[in-house]
């Protein structure tokens, strides 16, 4: 069974989709899909891109839909992540968080503790940026998996 590497595209750095279409056609695999509600760009031409509908969780659906047990998904979103392990899909975010059965509860209820303080404007949402030290975290965690996966 082939390995497919999805990638929920609207919120991924560059620097991570250059990363990971340069090792797809490195390890020999089908084309990186990308997918988003807008187009996005990659330095490398080895990935499909698929513009889904402006709706929301349109991209999430689509890749739930055609993803498979021993595909690769790399997404931020972590109620996604959520559904993808559901489906015992593969998922890792941007930074080199490994979506596992043991941490995808903590990480929900981070998620929505964070998200009521910021409703009640008790914490400020910014924006970390992305530097290399996230990416080579990414970096690290994207050669474990995708070796782990091949070697089903």
């Excluded at 560059?14 to 509600?37: I, Y």
């Excluded at 080199?96 to 929505?112: A, H, P």
Aim: hydrophobic share 40%.
């Amino acid at each position: 069974m082939q390995t497919q590497i999805w990638i929920d595209a609207d919120s991924c750095p560059l620097m991570v989709r250059n990363h990971t279409v340069k090792q797809a056609k490195a390890l020999g695999l089908s084309p990186v899909q990308f997918v988003a509600n807008k187009s996005v760009a990659c330095d490398f031409e080895h990935f499909k891109m698929t513009v889904c509908e402006q709706k929301k969780d349109a991209a999430d659906d689509y890749i739930l839909e055609h993803a498979g047990a021993n595909d690769l998904v790399i997404t931020r979103d972590i109620v996604f992540a959520s559904r993808l392990l559901e489906k015992e899909i593969t998922c890792i975010n941007d930074r080199g968080t490994i979506f596992n059965k043991e941490n995808i509860k903590t990480l929900l209820s981070n998620r929505d503790f964070d998200l009521q303080l910021a409703q009640m404007g008790l914490s400020k949402h910014f924006n970390e940026g992305y530097d290399k030290k996230k990416f080579a975290g990414f970096a690290n965690s994207f050669d474990k998996v995708i070796h782990q996966l091949l070697n089903k």
